[in-house]
């Protein structure tokens, strides 16, 4: 056995023991036991490196897949990894460019501002205007972030996606889901690798980004300096401002964390129900608040993507969390490819209902209410397709963003306006007026009559 | 027949008169609840509706009395998205050049072994 192969069965083992006795050997209930395999797997992945933390990171938005409890416990996954010698970094600025480093830029600082599974992050000052695709072009002496692909990690990754592929035909038996293979996640996950490896695709999605919300001055997205950016190097404009954990500092400047709480809310309703294109991988490293009252979005990796039908059975999925409504739920929900089957659909309104009840009554709790849905759905053993569990695990996650902006903040309430106005729109269309116009005169009529 | 016809059109002036007090006080009401307030009811929704509907008059109103064309008030704004998203879409490709650019510029920097400047 490859030494590599050993080290991976051996890390899996080692964890995976431990799960199983803080779990006391299986015998305590199913949800504990869940949990406890769950903590070990993402400390397996975080100790085996890049392609393991990146492999969780896309298991993370899998919860049509994966148990609710894994989905949940690898989003917590930190990729946070010791940075590469500045000189390797130099070297690869150099390779891309075919050009000393002080021809491109100025004050290159040897220490990064971050630095990840996959890139690390060094601030410095462009050397000369750089073009962007919206807006006016970056001047020469910006100051911007060079997020630069760490030497090695392609053939790290490739070295462990082969290893993987051989692991998959083994494992063939393995299927957590009728139709799912690990070979074919596998494929797909290299697939989506190759993407996060091209720093182009990022720099294009931020772009994409900053256009749809050009109009809102709260939201900040780093313009693209497309002039110094190739396959391995991404400079953008550098945002200066507060992390998620460092919320303390940004109150005593006096930035209003309720304000940005609620605006990041709808700001998140915006993406999905009007651009169609949301952040499906929020958490504390990908966002900021600026000292100007604003939230800066980071790390375009993971973008859902939603059809105009599906925006409109979207918002009235999320009207029925705000009237607590189980049959319109899943009425919508079956609109988005959530199939119930018929002699099974009352029990699951009743379950939901209850839950509803239980997680969306007094004091909202969205978590509880997404992780219990999801698991409630794979209880009746509905499939959940891939978009709608994507959608429900960021709905959870941009709570969880605005909660640590501000605790006491009810995101489904904050938002009802925005979602109601968007439903008010979608419903008064002509073409809606008209398929549905027939109906409702009837109902009237025959109310009048009745 | 003269104070008949008159009163005639005196109950046809206190019908509109009524209807456009009950329209007034409808739009202030849908002003007052908002759009929000439209799904606590078939009243609210009218009320709301009727708000709506009050407002894009008076849009239209202020296009007219500034000389503007009815039809190409709401189409002016279309077109001013899709010229926006063009504009867009030419910067992204604009964007995407450059860095072909770039890479171009430095294998043949490579392949020449000039490594000059720009």
């Given amino acids: 056995m490859p030494s590599r192969s050993r080290e991976i069965a051996s890390v899996f083992a080692r964890r995976w023991g431990r799960a199983s006795v803080d779990s006391g050997l299986g015998l305590r209930g199913g949800t504990r036991r869940r949990e406890a395999f769950a903590r070990e797997t993402r400390l397996a992945f975080e100790e085996l490196g890049p392609a393991f933390i990146k492999l969780g990171q896309m298991m993370s938005v899998r919860p049509d897949v994966f148990s609710s409890e894994l989905v949940f416990e690898l989003s917590a996954l930190q990729d946070s990894v010791a940075p590469a010698p500045f000189e390797a970094i130099r070297e690869v600025i150099e390779d891309e460019f075919a050009r000393p480093v002080d021809e491109l830029f100025d004050d290159l600082d040897p220490v990064p501002v971050a630095s990840a599974s996959v890139a690390q992050v060094h601030r410095a000052r462009l050397r000369a205007d750089s073009p962007v695709a919206w807006g006016p072009a970056l001047a020469a002496g910006t100051v911007v972030a060079v997020k630069v692909l760490k030497p090695g990690v392609r053939a790290a990754i490739t070295g462990d996606l082969e290893l993987s592929r051989r692991l998959a035909r083994r494992l063939a038996i393995v299927r957590p889901r009728e139709g799912w293979t690990l070979a074919a996640f596998i494929e797909e996950f290299e697939r989506s690798l190759g993407r996060e490896l091209d720093m182009r695709e990022e720099g294009r999605t931020a772009d994409r980004f900053a256009f749809d919300f050009r109009d809102d001055e709260q939201v900040r997205v780093p313009t693209v300096a497309w002039g110094r950016t190739t396959r391995r190097v991404l400079t953008m404009e550098y945002l200066e401002g507060w992390r998620l954990s460092e919320l303390d500092e940004a109150r005593r400047a006096g930035v209003d964390a309720y304000g940005l709480a609620e605006h990041g809310a709808t700001a998140f309703m915006r993406q999905v129900l009007v651009h169609g294109r949301y952040h499906a991988d929020l958490h504390p490293a990908n966002l900021f608040v600026t000292p100007d009252d604003r939230i800066a979005y980071l790390d375009f990796g993971i973008v859902g993507i939603v059809t105009p039908d599906e925006r409109r059975h979207i918002a009235h999925v999320l009207a029925a969390l705000v009237f607590r409504d189980p049959d319109r739920a899943l009425r919508a929900s079956s609109e988005l490819g959530v199939e119930v089957p018929p002699e099974q659909r009352d029990a699951l309104a009743r379950d939901l209902g209850a839950l509803m009840d239980r997680t969306l009554a007094d004091e909202r709790d969205v978590r509880h209410f997404g992780k219990g849905f999801l698991s409630l759905l794979g209880d009746y053993g509905v499939e959940i397709p891939v978009g709608y569990g994507l959608l429900v695990k960021s709905l959870v996650t941009v709570e969880g963003v605005a909660r640590a902006l501000y605790p006491g903040i009810d995101i489904i309430e904050t938002s009802r306006p925005f979602v109601t106005r968007i439903l008010v729109e979608q419903e008064l269309t002509m073409s809606r007026l008209l398929e549905r116009g027939p109906a409702a005169v009837r109902a009237a009529l025959g109310e009048l009559l009745a | ?118």
């Fill in chain 2, 1 to 118: 027949m003269t104070d008949d016809l008159i009163r005639l059109l005196a109950s046809w002036q206190l019908v509109h008169e009524m209807a456009d007090e009950g329209l007034k006080a409808a739009v202030e009401r849908g002003r007052e609840t908002g759009v929000e307030g439209m799904r606590s009811g078939p009243d609210a929704f009218v009320d709301g509706l009727t708000a709506l509907v009050d407002e894009e008059k008076e849009r239209l109103k202020t296009a007219l009395t500034s000389g503007g064309d009815v039809a190409s008030v709401s189409e002016g704004l279309v077109d001013a998205e899709a010229l926006e998203e063009i504009r867009f879409e030419i910067g992204e490709l604009k964007g995407r050049m450059e860095t072909l650019q770039t890479t171009l510029d430095a294998i043949a920097r490579k392949l020449s072994g000039s490594g000059g400047g720009e």
